[in-house]
């Protein structure tokens, strides 16, 4: 999540949810807040990018190709 927070322009959003990770109940925070923003799709476009980088570096790692499917 912090990853994805930096990686938006500096405003509203950013401060909000940088500041919505932190203490018990974050995710729940950081989820009411990309939808009270309007980014959650943005939020799951890098989730999905991030879990793909994870798998093709672990691909990698254990030398076994990896086969991008649709």
Request: aromatic share 16%; glycine share 6%.
């Amino acid at each position: 999540m912090e990853s994805f927070i930096e990686s938006l322009p500096p405003g509203a959003a950013r401060q909000e949810l940088a500041h919505a990770i932190r203490g018990k109940g974050a995710f729940r925070r950081f989820k009411n807040g990309i939808y009270y923003h309007h980014i959650e799709q943005q939020w799951y476009d890098y989730h999905a990018a991030a879990y793909r980088e994870i798998a093709i570096r672990w691909c990698r790692d254990e030398e076994i190709e990896y086969i991008e499917t649709e």
